[in-house]
């Protein structure tokens, strides 16, 4: 299976801050690489898919791109509603594994 | 508007089946463009894929196989989850999601998702 990491596991930040959540797998992926967000007691919801390509409804201020072998969620604009954990998932290889979540609250 | 909905008991005995089904609103199962798969969330923990179904033909997280089922009933319009000889390891929130993949790129993504259904193993 492809293991996936996530850094920080955790962050603090204000309303307005700019968010950068990194993932990274434990072997090439391609671009097969999507975001989720998860509220406490609610199902996932899809932000990103294909490392970049923002779903339909999800605000701008999400973007997602790919660095080397690492990909990162950016959030340029920290709002009320985006405090929530968020999960990378690769889609390459099944299982479809996911990253273990960062999880943003407010500082 | 595509909406899925788990069922299912929300108690299981330690060494039964779990079994739950997921009814599809605003699509058709035995669609070839889309999947159906399961992903579980163990109390406080991340996302665990377990398998999907597409074309009748099942894909599953080797850790769980030997003990998984998926299967689709056309003729309601959901698909289904049995997962065998639990145990307490088993206790999760139990999501149910549409995979869409994009043909020509090969990109996949599960959208949209149930809400969950919570499944305590436990005598």
């Known amino acids: 299976d492809i293991q996936m990491t996530q850094s920080p596991p955790s962050l603090s930040a204000s309303l307005g801050d700019r968010v950068i959540i990194t993932c990274r797998a434990s072997q090439t992926i391609s671009n097969y690489l999507n975001w989720y967000q998860q509220k406490p007691g609610k199902a996932p919801k899809l932000l990103i898919y294909a490392t970049s390509s923002l779903q339909s409804g999800v605000p701008s201020r999400f973007s997602g791109i790919q660095t080397g072998t690492d990909f990162t969620l950016t959030i340029s604009s920290l709002q009320p509603e985006d405090f929530a954990t968020y999960y990378c998932q690769q889609t390459y290889s099944a299982p479809f594994t996911f990253g273990p979540g960062t999880k943003v609250d407010i500082k | 508007q595509v909406q899925l909905q788990e069922s299912g008991p929300g108690l299981v005995r330690p060494s039964q089946t779990l079994s739950l089904t997921c009814t599809v609103s605003?699509?058709?199962?035995?669609?070839?463009?889309?999947?159906w798969t399961w992903i579980r969330q163990r109390p406080g923990e991340g996302l665990e894929s377990i398998g999907y179904i597409r074309f009748g033909t099942t894909h599953l997280n080797p850790a769980l196989k030997s003990r998984v089922i998926i299967s689709v009933d056309p003729s309601k319009n959901l698909f289904s989850l049995d997962l065998t000889s639990v145990t307490a390891a088993d206790t999760a929130v139990y999501y149910c999601a549409r995979g869409v993949t994009d043909h020509t790129s090969g990109w996949s993504w599960f959208d949209p998702w149930g809400p969950g259904t919570l499944v305590i193993v436990s005598s």
């Open positions: 605003g699509a058709f199962v035995n669609s070839g463009g889309h999947y």
